[in-house]
């Protein structure tokens, strides 16, 4: 749908340069506000990589909440990549395709919610060093990119933005454009969350009920999960 060329590219090289670009840019600001908007509605609302991040941030460290943010914000990458390409709807029209991708997106999750209740309780301290049993940057970046890009809801909520709001006529550096504030925005988020819950205050309250809190949100995932792989489009 979008074919990337060097005439795409330089405007992005030149665009605080140009006054052309630059008065194309404001000729797709109510596109651009719109997506951003929608794609904050999208990023602050309660799900598997929400659910995710506070996991990692509670139990292990912020360095793992971020570098889960940092997963998630490749997954966003590749469900754009494959979104401006059209893919993304022969996914959508190939039934047993996207009930692959939903299902193991919803074992993920479930796989994921049962580690978390049957867990034992984490060497977590009070401290700015990394916990003795905290997750590798692979690891933590693994969970993060596995739990967004094995969502399909992710996958049909950039369809249907590359559907219903951004025109295939759309420059192909405007739609770049987008794609660098989509995933900045949720990457910030993210991080945001992991922060907070790394408050000394927070992860005080999380060791006085650890083993609830994690077993809720165990018991989210797992729930997010049956939801996912029950849900038809």
């Given at each position: 749908?979008?074919?990337?060329?060097?005439?795409?590219?330089?405007?992005?090289?030149?665009?605080?340069g140009s006054n052309k670009y630059l008065s194309l840019m404001m000729e797709y600001l109510p596109l651009i506000g719109t997506v951003?908007?929608?794609?904050?509605?999208?990023?602050?609302?309660?799900?598997?990589?929400?659910?995710?991040?506070?996991?990692?941030?509670?139990?292990?460290?912020?360095?793992?909440?971020?570098?889960?943010?940092?997963?998630?914000?490749?997954?966003?990458?590749?469900?754009?990549?494959?979104?401006?390409?059209?893919?993304?709807?022969?996914?959508?029209?190939?039934?047993?395709?996207?009930?692959?991708?939903?299902?193991?997106?919803?074992?993920?999750?479930?796989?994921?919610?049962?580690?978390?209740?049957?867990?034992?309780?984490?060497?977590?301290?009070?401290?700015?060093?990394?916990?003795?049993?905290?997750?590798?940057?692979?690891?933590?970046?693994?969970?993060?990119?596995?739990?967004?890009?094995?969502?399909?809801?992710?996958?049909?909520?950039?369809?249907?933005?590359?559907?219903?709001?951004?025109?295939?006529?759309?420059?192909?550096?405007?739609?770049?454009?987008?794609?660098?504030?989509?995933?900045?925005?949720?990457?910030?988020?993210?991080?945001?969350?992991?922060?907070?819950?790394?408050?000394?205050?927070?992860?005080?309250?999380?060791?006085?009920?650890?083993?609830?809190?994690?077993?809720?949100?165990?018991?989210?995932?797992?729930?997010?999960?049956?939801?996912?792989?029950?849900?038809?489009?």
């Amino acid at each position: 749908m979008f074919r990337l060329g060097v005439e795409d590219i330089s405007p992005i090289l030149f665009i605080f340069g140009s006054n052309k670009y630059l008065s194309l840019m404001m000729e797709y600001l109510p596109l651009i506000g719109t997506v951003t908007l929608l794609n904050l509605l999208a990023a602050v609302s309660p799900g598997p990589d929400f659910v995710m991040i506070v996991k990692n941030s509670l139990s292990y460290s912020r360095k793992t909440g971020i570098f889960t943010a940092i997963g998630i914000g490749l997954g966003l990458c590749v469900h754009l990549a494959y979104c401006a390409a059209g893919i993304a709807i022969l996914i959508s029209k190939f039934v047993v395709l996207f009930s692959i991708i939903k299902f193991l997106g919803a074992g993920y999750l479930i796989y994921i919610g049962l580690s978390s209740i049957i867990s034992k309780k984490s060497k977590l301290e009070l401290s700015d060093e990394k916990p003795a049993d905290d997750l590798t940057f692979m690891q933590a970046f693994k969970m993060g990119f596995f739990t967004n890009i094995l969502n399909p809801k992710v996958t049909l909520f950039f369809l249907s933005l590359f559907t219903f709001v951004i025109s295939p006529t759309t420059p192909t550096y405007i739609v770049l454009f987008l794609s660098f504030i989509m995933v900045a925005t949720a990457f910030i988020w993210f991080t945001i969350v992991s922060i907070f819950f790394t408050q000394q205050r927070v992860q005080k309250a999380f060791l006085r009920f650890e083993k609830p809190i994690n077993r809720f949100l165990g018991s989210l995932l797992v729930m997010l999960g049956v939801k996912i792989a029950l849900t038809f489009k």
